[in-house]
């Protein structure tokens, strides 16, 4: 199975920050990754795919970058909404992962 | 917009099975630009991938799991089921319901989740 790490586990930002979370792949994915934001007792929201594609109805405030085995996703201002968990998850490879999740709080 | 809804028993006893549908409204479960699927959390943990069926059928586990699941389509109901046989506490979890778009290769809509303890 691919193994995906995110970076941080956990991160503590105030409103207006710009929020960096990475996800390393174990080996190469092309760019067959998404980002998902979950809120508590809530479902996975999808946010981007293709590692850079932002999905419809998404604040343009969050972006995505990378291939291969190393992507970053960002929120260029944080805003009170986006304090939540975030997941990385690859399809380039069966079965299907998830990344461990990165918690983003209030400072 | 598709919506998607999990549905099943609140409690299931160990070593018994766990039997969950999924019934998708607001778009055909026969469209040929999805497939479906069964993803896991257990409480403050993160989520697991547990299968996935095409509307043909053919179906794909997760090798952890392979064993003790099965998953199926009802096309005339627009549902699809899973089943995890031999249940422990360790199979306790919020289950969600989602779908896959082929064009984007990410699960685009899920269901709510359906949270089912294993005790007796």
């Known amino acids: 199975d691919i193994q995906l790490t995110q970076s941080p586990s956990f991160l503590s930002a105030s409103v207006g920050d710009r929020v960096t979370i990475t996800c390393r792949a174990s080996q190469g994915i092309s760019s067959y990754l998404a980002w998902y934001q979950q809120k508590p007792g809530k479902a996975p929201k999808l946010l981007i795919y293709?590692?850079?594609t932002l999905q419809s109805g998404v604040p343009s405030r969050f972006s995505g970058s990378g291939s291969g085995t190393e992507f970053t996703l960002t929120i260029s201002s944080l805003q009170p909404e986006d304090f939540a968990t975030y997941y990385c998850?690859?399809?380039?490879?069966?079965?299907?992962?998830f990344g461990g999740g990165a918690k983003v709080e209030i400072k | 917009q598709v919506q998607l809804q999990e549905s099943g028993p609140g409690l299931v006893k160990p070593s018994q099975t766990l039997s969950l549908t999924c019934t998708v409204s607001g778009g055909s479960i026969s469209s040929g630009s999805y497939y479906w699927s069964w993803i896991r959390q257990p409480a403050g943990k993160g989520l697991e991938w547990i299968g996935r069926i095409y509307t043909s059928g053919n179906t794909n586990y997760n090798p952890s799991l392979k064993s003790r699941v099965t998953i199926s389509v009802d096309t005339s109901k627009n549902q699809f089921s899973l089943k995890l046989s031999s249940v422990t506490a360790a199979d306790t979890a919020v289950y969600y319901c989602?779908?896959?778009?082929?064009?984007?290769?990410?699960?685009?809509?899920w269901g709510q989740g359906t949270l089912v303890p294993v005790s007796s």
């Open positions: 293709a590692a850079s």
């Open positions: 989602a779908s896959v778009n082929y064009d984007i290769l990410a699960f685009d809509y």
């Open positions: 998850q690859q399809l380039n490879s069966y079965p299907p992962t």
